[in-house]
């Protein structure tokens, strides 16, 4: 099986920075995933926050635009996502999602359990 655990939330105020971390395990090559992070605020839906494929093409949601990078580290089996200016709209859990590719196919999307980023004075 495969597991997607993230870390790295925690309460910052706004303006601040937060690194989130995913690693996955489990799974096959880690460098043939694609990867995500995706939010979901109280009473909200989940919605992609930025991802990043298994050939490092990159995409952001508009409100993350310019303040969050994604990015990769394959010889760790690790995905982060820096935050930087941080605004109260950005609380949330975060949760990191991992989709194995197989060459023009896609498997199924595989979850962590998230982590709770707190923007808040």
């Known amino acids: 099986q495969v597991q997607v655990v993230e870390s790295g939330g925690g309460l910052v105020q706004p303006g601040g920075s937060l690194r989130l971390s995913c690693t996955v395990s489990?799974?096959?090559?880690?460098?043939?995933?694609?990867m995500g992070w995706y939010r979901q605020a109280p009473g909200m839906q989940r919605v992609m926050v930025a991802t990043i494929t298994s050939a490092f093409s990159t995409d952001y949601a508009d409100a993350v635009k310019g303040r969050f990078t994604i990015s990769r580290e394959n010889a760790k089996n690790t995905v982060y996502l820096q935050m930087n200016t941080l605004l109260p709209e950005d609380t949330a859990v975060y949760y990191c999602n991992a989709q194995r590719k197989v060459g023009l196919l896609l498997g199924s999307n595989d979850w962590g359990q998230g982590t709770q980023v707190t923007v808040s004075s």
């Open positions: 489990g799974g096959d090559i880690f460098g043939t995933y694609n």
